[in-house]
């Protein structure tokens, strides 16, 4: 099947959830700088406020509308709020999401399920409601926010990895189906590293995780997390743009997913070897 022609954001219409900071955030600047109007969606409204702020002194037409993306009402809002204010959409891109921290034997059954909603139930409830919209445009983009832990699913990530392996899923059956038909509109599935963003220090975490645990946690991800979210962002826009069907996210990424590839059963104790010895750094 032939490649799809690129899609030009040029007074597009692109609809972002999990706006108001990290990657959602900058995605929507850089889309913002490109001439691309924006529906911004997010349920923290002072950095969504900001985002927005941002990219309105871009020239471009910026909507936002405030939700909880965990609650099933929240796509068919986000819709109507789209119809009302743009009347189409171009480019969504599916980005909300949270992380719970502990092993499952820790995570509350809540938790867990609080994180799926968001993580993966808003992805395929948005999906649905958008696709009839999205269908009008000559050509229309879906990204889905997955992550390397939908790739590689390391201890104490039950939670977070079955949720981004979801959206994997989801993704390559929906690009599948909608090439076969024909459709105008495309998919992205997009695996970050290990990207400097709030999800690790906003997760939850379980009950009687003790003060010292919780420096540590913290430290650890603060050395892992090391790409931009300017950096991740053009990385995704671009394979976005290029309607490419899968995009790797930093070197970390492309490293991990390549040790999987060759060591589809054991490859999470190399990657742990080396993740230590990246956390002690030299010496």
């Avoid at 910026?62 to 789209?82: C, G, I, K, N």
């Avoid at 009950?207 to 010292?212: F, L, N, P, Q, T």
Wanted: net charge positive; proline share 5%; glycine share 10%.
């Amino acid at each position: 099947m032939a490649k799809p022609a690129p899609l030009d954001p040029r007074d597009g219409v692109a609809v972002v959830t999990g706006a108001a900071g990290g990657i959602g955030a900058a995605l929507a600047l850089q889309l913002a700088a490109r001439g691309c109007h924006l529906a911004l969606a997010d349920v923290k409204a002072a950095g969504l406020d900001a985002t927005a702020a941002q990219a309105r002194a871009l020239g471009v037409k910026v909507s936002t509308v405030v939700l909880d993306m965990a609650l099933p009402a929240s796509a068919t809002a986000l819709l109507a709020h789209v119809q009302a204010e743009h009347g189409r959409a171009t480019l969504l891109v599916n980005n909300a999401g949270v992380a719970v921290g502990g092993s499952f034997g820790q995570v509350a059954e809540a938790d867990f399920d609080w994180l799926m909603s968001i993580n993966f139930g808003a992805v395929v409830r948005t999906t649905r409601l958008f696709m009839p919209l999205l269908a009008r445009a000559p050509a229309a983009q879906i990204v889905n926010l997955s992550s390397i832990f939908g790739i590689i699913a390391p201890p104490g990530q039950t939670a977070y990895s079955a949720s981004k392996f979801a959206v994997r899923g989801f993704s390559e059956a929906l690009r599948h189906e909608l090439e076969a038909a024909g459709s105008s509109v495309r998919v992205t599935v997009a695996h970050p590293g290990g990207v400097r963003t709030g999800i690790a220090e906003n997760a939850r975490l379980p009950a009687g995780v003790s003060e010292d645990e919780l420096r540590t946690n913290r430290a650890m991800w603060a050395r892992a997390l090391k790409l931009s979210p300017e950096i991740a962002a053009e990385t995704i826009l671009r394979a976005a743009l290029a309607r490419e069907p899968r995009v790797l996210v930093g070197q970390d990424a492309i490293g991990a997913a390549w040790i999987q590839r060759l060591f589809p059963i054991g490859y999470w104790k190399i990657i742990a070897r080396k993740l230590a010895r990246d956390l002690r750094g030299p010496g």
